[in-house]
């Protein structure tokens, strides 16, 4: 198996079965359209801070460079890496910016919700966190949330240990998730832990005999 991703990892965790239609059968992933909108913003934003493509100047290129101006990094393609993707051997994540602002180390991680949580969202703090342990990120670097609809929203987070704590387990959900690739050849063969929100988001329900609906069914006779 290669590199693991945290959202690899996290499909594993939700349910493994999930993840084996993906990577085991390789079934093609329709998009949501949450997703569709959430690759278009990200798709304008890089191409105007990759070419400074005045085209792509829409209300998210605008906000994106407002943050990142606020956070001191101002040249398109100059103070700033844009999709990065940082790896060892063993797990990868893709980063939309990291810049350098003084001393500091700046990785921003664009996000597409219509409105931004109260607090920051756990998970979304976790994979910051994980991104500043691969990018080798020290104590006072920042890890930046940003919504680029929502014009200078973003929330800030500082490198902490967690960094290391999310990496050990991805290696961990790695391990496991060799171990399905080393006993079974199809999804079909894969352990399914169905749940109302996992079933009813899943992309790959219509292949799933083992679906939250179908074992509500079974209980019920
Ligand atoms: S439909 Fe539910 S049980 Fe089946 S693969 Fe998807 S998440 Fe797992």
Redesign the pocket.
């Known amino acids: 198996m290669d590199k693991i991703s945290f959202s690899q990892a996290n499909m594993f965790q ?2 493994p ?2 993840w084996a ?1 993906k990577y085991i059968d390789q079934l093609p992933e329709p998009k949501s359209p949450a997703q569709e909108h959430g690759t278009h913003v990200h798709e304008r934003i890089e191409d105007y801070l990759k070419t400074g493509n005045m085209l792509a100047l829409d209300k998210f290129v605008y906000y994106a460079k407002n943050i990142l101006a606020s956070l001191g990094l101002k040249k398109y393609g100059k103070d700033y890496q844009v999709e990065e993707w940082l790896q060892d051997d063993q797990v990868r994540g893709k980063v939309d910016v990291i810049g350098h602002y003084a001393d500091q180390k700046i990785i921003v991680d664009w996000k597409t919700k219509k409105k931004p949580a109260k607090f920051m969202n756990p998970k979304t703090i976790s994979q910051l966190h994980l991104y500043g342990c691969l990018a080798d990120a020290k104590d006072g670097d920042l890890l930046v949330e940003c919504y680029p609809e929502q014009a200078k929203t973003y929330e800030i987070a500082y490198v902490s240990d967690m960094g290391k704590r999310e990496y050990d387990r991805l290696i961990g959900i790695k391990f496991n998730a060799e171990m399905v690739v080393l006993n079974c050849d199809s999804a079909d063969d894969v352990k ?4 109302e929100f ?2 009813t988001f ?1 992309p ?2 219509k292949h ?1 005999d ?3 609906e179908i074992m509500k069914k079974q209980l019920k006779r």
């Open positions: 939700e349910c079965r999930k239609y399914a832990t169905p749940g996992e079933c899943c790959f329900l799933c083992s679906s939250y």
